[in-house]
């Protein structure tokens, strides 16, 4: 991904309205998004685009992820939660 959509993305995941949110998608951002081949970069895009309570939902647990490409992402975006609840 080029720099200026990679800080664009950044804006929009850090910019959100529910705290937990920003958290866990910057804390993904800064460590886990450059590891990610362009299809799982795309469906992380996706997930970016979920209004707050639906990802939450999603990155809580609450809710299962019932899309197969964007499950992947999910699994790992509730990895870096339990690692972010770990670090306080």
Same mark, same amino acid.
Do not use: N
């Given at each position: 991904?080029?720099?200026?959509?990679?800080?664009?993305?950044?804006?929009?995941?850090?910019?959100?309205?529910?705290?937990?949110?920003?958290?866990?998608?910057?804390?993904?951002? /800064?460590?886990?998004?450059?590891?990610?081949?362009? $299809?799982?970069? !795309? #469906?992380?895009?996706?997930? %970016?685009?979920?209004?707050?309570?639906?990802?939450?939902?999603?990155?809580?647990?609450?809710?299962?992820? /019932?899309?197969?490409?964007?499950?992947?992402?999910? $699994?790992?975006? !509730? #990895?870096?939660?339990?690692? %972010?609840?770990?670090?306080?």
């Amino acid at each position: 991904m080029e720099r200026a959509a990679f800080e664009r993305l950044r804006w929009r995941c850090t910019r959100r309205g529910l705290l937990e949110v920003d958290m866990v998608l910057g804390r993904f951002l /800064e460590e886990g998004f450059g590891k990610l081949s362009d $299809a799982e970069e !795309q #469906a992380f895009v996706e997930l %970016a685009d979920y209004e707050d309570l639906e990802l939450w939902h999603l990155i809580s647990a609450q809710k299962a992820c /019932e899309d197969a490409r964007l499950a992947p992402i999910v $699994a790992m975006l !509730q #990895a870096c939660r339990g690692h %972010a609840a770990e670090a306080v």
